[in-house]
């Protein structure tokens, strides 16, 4: 098949561009007019310049294609709601408005499962009402995922929904990256008791999940939870972590809703001072890291035939093993390296 991915050149993409390679699939990318697209060329992919916020460059990348994996949105940067509304919302209605005009088979849209309320004490399933944060990237990646699906119903657009838990594995500097970090710098706290469920899942499984999506006969129009469904706690994940690069686990606990309402009180800050001064905290992280995030997975595994393969600790062993070697770690060993500063703006999920 010939697939197009948006925000192919982040982490995710160019795991998932290996995995399409190794299977016989031919990969073009949608980069940005300024983004580093070294990799992509090395690895034989076809770049197009363009923007999804852009319409008209869409066309050519879509020319012809078979597939469409959409994983380009904004994330990890603090911006404001319209920036990022204009990625994760308009962005999202060009690429499926093209895509459709273009006579594709299928299209693969990455949502997120932070487009629920994951604070239930039960694991969410995709019939759960979508309840939000109240903040840019949740709100947006919701809406995003609610145009989809009337696009689904009202356009009969032959796309699929993916809800993933947080991606991570060697080469995440987003995520796995951070905390290291922090935990070696003695900067890592608990948040909370430390026994809440926090919903991670290893790259190669969430490359399985959507290598599924668009292959499975009866995915189209469906939405699906991928993660792992026997997660780690927040300390054993900390701990872990902390063990495999070699230093102290955080032992110093921070009660939940005091450090919440300090990162709203931080946010208000940053939104009053025009973006000038960045929050050091959010809600969002807060949420992630501090509340039991259950995520149902028993869909995508009855219906597509997924199952995690890689556990969360076999995964943070594989992921500290970059995280200690990165320096001389050799692109191509796995599909990642630094993004680039475009990529802090529109990236994979």
């Given amino acids: 098949m010939d697939i197009l991915i948006t925000g192919g050149n982040g982490f995710l993409g160019r795991n998932l561009t290996l995995a399409l390679q190794e299977r016989g699939d031919s990969v073009r990318v949608l980069a940005l007019p300024k983004e580093d697209t070294t990799w992509l060329e090395k690895h034989g992919v076809e770049v197009f310049r363009g923007d999804l916020r852009n319409p ?59 487009v629920y309320n994951m604070t239930s004490g039960r694991p969410v399933t995709e019939n759960d009402p979508l309840e939000p944060l109240n903040e840019p990237y949740c709100l947006t990646k919701a ?7 009337r696009m689904i119903a009202e356009d009969h657009l032959p796309a699929v929904i993916i809800r993933p838990a947080t991606i991570f594995g060697p080469g995440d ?15 890592g706290v608990i ?35 991928i993660g792992n469904d026997q997660p780690f706690s ?19 606990h921070i009660p939940y809703y005091p450090l919440y309402i300090a990162a709203c009180a931080v946010e208000r800050i940053a939104t009053f001072s025009g973006n000038r001064v960045l929050p050091f905290i959010t809600r969002h992280g807060v949420k992630l890291y ?14 597509l035939g997924y199952e995690p393969r890689v556990s ?33 703006k529109i990236r994979s999920v």
């Avoid at 879509?62 to 911006?79: K, Q």
């Avoid at 927040?234 to 110093?252: D, N, V, W």
């Avoid at 509340?291 to 149902?296: M, T």
């Avoid at 969360?312 to 390296?337: F, P």
């Fill in 191 to 225: 948040i909370g008791s430390g026994d809440n469920a926090v919903p991670f899942v290893y790259i190669a499984d969430m490359v399985q999940g959507l290598l599924l999506a668009m292959d499975h006969e009866h995915a189209v129009g469906q939405a699906y939870n």
């Fill in 173 to 187: 500097h987003l995520n796995f990256g951070r905390i290291a970090h922090r935990i070696r710098a003695g900067k």
């Fill in 234 to 252: 927040q300390k054993e994940l900390f701990s872990s972590i902390a063990l495999e690069i070699g230093c102290t686990p955080p032992h110093i």
């Fill in 56 to 114: 008209d460059t869409l066309t050519a990348p879509m020319h012809g294609v078979d597939g469409v994996f959409h994983l380009a949105a904004m994330i990890g940067v603090w911006r404001s709601m319209q920036d990022y509304y204009a990625v994760n919302v308009t962005g999202t209605k060009n690429v499926c408005q093209m895509a459709q005009k273009s006579g594709v088979r299928r299209v693969v849209h990455i949502s997120s499962a932070m």
């Fill in 290 to 303: 501090g509340a039991d995030n259950l995520l149902s997975i028993d869909k995508a595994r009855r219906e």
């Fill in 312 to 344: 969360i600790g076999k995964g943070v062993q594989l992921a500290a093993s970059w995280y200690l070697h990165r320096d001389t770690w050799i692109e191509g060993e796995v599909s990642a390296s630094v993004p680039t500063i475009m990529e802090s």
């Fill in 143 to 149: 809406q995003g995922d609610k145009l989809v699906e």
